[in-house]
């Protein structure tokens, strides 16, 4: 039987099945969210996360540069930090490359990381040079919680298999503006040349170099969200996996997810399908109950980020079908599949 | 120009440089050590490594079994984190895996891993699994110091850094066993078919299943030892790493270096060399004063390790010579190149 009989996701579950139960202390969360998280001593809180990109499967250097390469890998890593509520702090880098690829390239590759980690306050701290086969990139960044000591609360994280019937569903940021810019350069191999157009500018800008919602995220776990995980795979499929660990469903009301105005003056109504399923927009999706969603959004205003945006609801699940449904403009509800990416 | 004319160290070295000095506060050890280290609150020391293996690069499929490789893949960075004196504690695996790759195959890889983990009470806490061109597999380590506490020094570990004149350089173990395995599945592919007999299959086994020196690395800070590394990379290779960072030069005695019996029973004289140059033994070198390393030895041997033997001593550089010379049976100081496998 091969991997891809399993799915992406089937093939996790199982790795982590064989793996069996963590044996370490401290441990409170291991493979199925954002990220791990442990605490190291009483008081600290440690989180960690790893990502692998490869030439050719998460990226191509012929729509992406190696300094747009370089930014993505660590804002992906990053992204998965603010999506725990978590300050990221240090990066490993391990680096595969052929022999004869160009000095300049990787220098290059190194700027536009060093530029991302210095917008974070996130020091590449070590990691590894290797020779491989194509361009590959995994990084692992650690992270720690800003909110142990003032809250008190053990576990002041954003977590996915917390949501709860009733929570209002609630977004960061518009969608669909990563999809849209990398529809551009797929489609419009003349949209490079047409760089200068403020609006291709700015969708292709959110897709090479997108900025993860670090200060957001440790913002909502300040005031009390405990539900959370960031756009990466698509706002159904991100939805879909905090929908499946916390045992609920969910119900999104399609007029009010927020459309990345760039896509939507290119791309019409296009843009939508583009903010339901499109992935790589690294805002956040959170879950809390309403008044917890008012104090997040109001926090956020408050230090000159923009106010959640709900977008929907939590309900019961009732099995036996797709875990999140559309509310139309015309009021019916449409069961979804989650779509997103898999690699399997 | 392309990354091979600098070597892997050089390379290393341009994008340290280009990463510019890290800002996170409580860094101790960036870029440049078997792992980071930091302090993320005060009485706390993380460690962490990260390393990439590539297939057909830092592994063959046809020597090496699934099992073997997720083994191998962990036990590297195990031996990382023991070549610091910490405690592994969490491991984060970024997967790489053609769509076509058999389901028991990977099963292998991760039992592989999982008996390396439970074996040295790690536990897999997360990280990504990726379509690639190739079986890849990036681990990252996180672990802690013992000794923080025990002894309020603020650095308890051991460093590259740390050498002084006229310490003693002491390994923890017979070398030269990996390479004679390694040997031994290269230039007779009927190896396999004689495992049974008792000699061959130590030897494959010490290629196949290393075994990180976890114990020895904390007891050694325990003890006072503050300089080490392990062989990863040969004796030589290694050693001269730490004369590099230090800014001293090594006199190691070669009669007095501990040549795997096993090798030594199937290769004769070139065992030596194996001992020398080979990599992958995951013994520790470390240097300290003579009374450190006695004080060491005796911990060593109390809590049923052996003994640590010393092989020679830091001197002065000179500089305009290669840091380490070896003292032949006849007393010639003979310089060496240090050998050991470079990427680039």
């Given at each position: 039987?091969?991997?891809?009989?399993?799915g992406?996701?089937?093939?996790?579950?199982?790795?982590a099945?064989?793996?069996?139960?963590p044996?370490?202390?401290?441990?409170?969360?291991?493979?199925?969210?954002?990220?791990?998280a442990?605490?190291?001593?009483?008081?600290?809180?440690?989180?960690?996360?790893?990502?692998?990109?490869?030439?050719?499967?998460?990226?191509?250097?012929?729509?992406?540069?190696?300094?747009?390469?370089g930014?993505?890998?660590?804002?992906a890593?990053?992204?998965?930090i603010?999506?725990?509520?978590?300050?990221?702090?240090?990066?490993?880098?391990?680096?595969?490359?052929?022999?004869?690829?160009?000095?300049?390239?990787v220098?290059?590759?190194?700027?536009?990381?060093?530029?991302?980690?210095?917008?974070f306050?996130?020091?590449?701290v070590?990691?590894?040079?290797?020779?491989?086969?194509?361009?590959?990139?995994?990084?692992?960044?650690?992270g720690?919680?800003?909110?142990?000591?003032?809250?008190?609360?053990?576990?002041?994280?954003l977590?996915?298999?917390?949501?709860?019937?009733?929570?209002?569903i609630?977004?960061t940021?518009?969608?669909?503006?990563s999809?849209?810019?990398?529809?551009?350069?797929?489609?419009?191999?003349?949209?490079?040349?047409r760089?200068?157009?403020?609006?291709?500018?700015?969708?292709?800008?959110?897709?090479?170099?997108p900025?993860?919602?670090?200060?957001?995220?440790?913002?909502?776990?300040?005031?009390?969200?405990?539900?959370?995980?960031?756009?990466?795979?698509?706002?159904?499929?991100?939805?879909?996996?905090?929908?499946?660990?916390?045992?609920?469903?969910?119900?999104v009301?399609t007029?009010?997810?927020?459309?990345?105005?760039?896509?939507?003056?290119?791309?019409?109504?296009?843009?939508?399908?583009?903010?339901?399923?499109?992935?790589?927009?690294?805002?956040?999706?959170?879950?809390?109950p309403?008044?917890?969603?008012?104090?997040?959004?109001?926090?956020?205003?408050?230090?000159?980020?923009?106010?959640l945006?709900?977008?929907?609801?939590?309900?019961?699940?009732?099995?036996?079908?797709?875990?999140?449904?559309?509310?139309?403009?015309?009021?019916?509800?449409?069961?979804?599949?989650?779509?997103?990416?898999?690699?399997?």
């Open positions: 039987m091969a991997v891809s009989s399993l992406e996701f089937g093939l996790i579950d199982r790795l099945t064989l793996l069996g139960q044996r370490t202390p401290g441990l409170l969360l291991g493979i199925g969210d954002d990220a791990a442990w605490t190291p001593t009483p008081g600290t809180l440690t989180v960690a996360t790893s990502d692998a990109l490869v030439e050719g499967v998460h990226f191509e250097l012929s729509t992406a540069s190696w300094g747009d390469v930014w993505k890998a660590l804002a890593n990053l992204s998965d603010a999506a725990m509520g978590c300050r990221p702090r240090y990066a490993l880098v391990a680096l595969g490359l052929s022999g004869s690829c160009a000095l300049d390239d220098d290059q590759l190194y700027r536009g990381m060093a530029e991302c980690a210095a917008a306050q996130c020091s590449v070590g990691g590894d040079v290797v020779r491989a086969p194509c361009l590959m990139l995994q990084v692992t960044v650690v720690d919680s800003l909110a142990l000591n003032e809250t008190g609360s053990v576990r002041p994280l977590e996915r298999s917390t949501a709860h019937v009733d929570d209002a609630a977004v940021g518009p969608l669909g503006g999809a849209a810019g990398l529809h551009l350069l797929r489609s419009e191999p003349e949209a490079r040349a760089e200068g157009t403020v609006a291709t500018d700015v969708l292709l800008s959110v897709h090479r170099r900025v993860p919602r670090v200060a957001a995220g440790t913002m909502l776990v300040e005031a009390g969200v405990r539900c959370g995980i960031d756009v990466s795979d698509g706002l159904l499929a991100d939805l879909g996996h905090v929908c499946e660990r916390s045992g609920v469903e969910a119900v009301d007029a009010r997810v927020p459309v990345h105005r760039g896509a939507t003056a290119r791309f019409g109504e296009s843009a939508v399908e583009m903010a339901l399923t499109g992935g790589e927009d690294y805002e956040l999706i959170c879950t809390a309403d008044h917890v969603v008012g104090r997040a959004s109001a926090l956020l205003a408050e230090r000159g980020e923009s106010p945006v709900v977008i929907g609801s939590i309900v019961p699940a009732a099995g036996n079908r797709p875990p999140i449904r559309l509310r139309t403009e015309t009021g019916d509800l449409l069961p979804v599949n989650r779509g997103g990416y898999q690699h399997f």
